[in-house]
């Protein structure tokens, strides 16, 4: 029976309009991130590095938008590397990583 991998989830709550750090956890991923916006969002979040933008700024800055229930693989080892941010109101996403 082949072993099960080692792997780290979590969530983060009270993501706001200034982006966050996903998490602090200091393991890094084999593969990359995956994140799920949280079902009960409202509004939408926006996933990109240190500095991103919720949709409401340059193209340049502004993130990945994730409605709730939708994921993404972000291909990072580093999973703090990984910000989150709203243009309004609060969300949370959960994450693991692969």
Do not use: C, H, W
């Amino acid at each position: 029976m082949a072993a099960v991998p080692d792997f780290i989830t979590g969530s983060k709550t009270s993501i706001g309009t200034s982006a966050v750090a996903i998490t602090a956890a200091t393991e890094f991923a084999k593969r990359g991130v995956q994140i799920v916006a949280t079902l009960g969002n409202t509004v939408p979040v926006y996933i990109g590095p240190q500095g991103v933008t919720a949709g409401t700024s340059a193209a340049t800055t502004d993130g990945y938008p994730l409605q709730a229930g939708e994921s993404i693989v972000v291909p990072v080892i580093d999973p703090t590397k990984i910000y989150a941010i709203t243009a309004s109101s609060t969300a949370s996403v959960s994450f693991m990583l692969v």
